[in-house]
């Protein structure tokens, strides 16, 4: 599984932004993919998951209500429209994939390369 992420950018804080993950190769069938975000000199952290069936969701609590994942099926890709950004959500966000949700969130095999957002004050 290769995933590709984008939409990464500089924005003032309150302002939004939307992240993209496309995934190739072998996927599962009714996969999960999800985002997770490292700031620096801090541990990486669970961001949103979303089963491509649309079955499901999971946010973290400090951004509930601010951002939103959302997945297209038929195109692989997973979205996360970030709102309300705050200087504390600066970080490298990586998307992921695996089978299952309780395999996103704890660790999931499959990653993409990162891409830097950073929210200013």
């Known amino acids: 599984v290769q995933l590709q992420a984008s939409g990464g950018g500089t924005v003032q804080a309150g302002g939004s932004l939307r992240l993209s993950c496309a995934a190739s190769g072998r996927t599962f069938r009714n996969y999960v993919m999800g985002w997770f975000r490292q700031a620096p000199g801090k541990e990486r952290e669970f961001v949103a998951a979303i089963e491509l069936g649309g079955r499901f969701t999971s946010y973290a609590d400090s951004v509930k209500g601010r951002f939103t994942i959302s997945g297209d099926n038929a195109k692989n890709t997973v979205y996360l429209q970030m709102n309300s950004l705050k200087p504390e959500d600066t970080a490298v966000y990586y998307c992921?994939?695996?089978?299952?949700?309780?395999?996103?969130?704890?660790?999931?095999?499959?990653w993409g390369q990162g891409t830097q957002v950073t929210v200013s004050s």
């Open positions: 992921a994939t695996d089978s299952t949700l309780s395999t996103v969130v704890n660790e999931p095999r499959y």
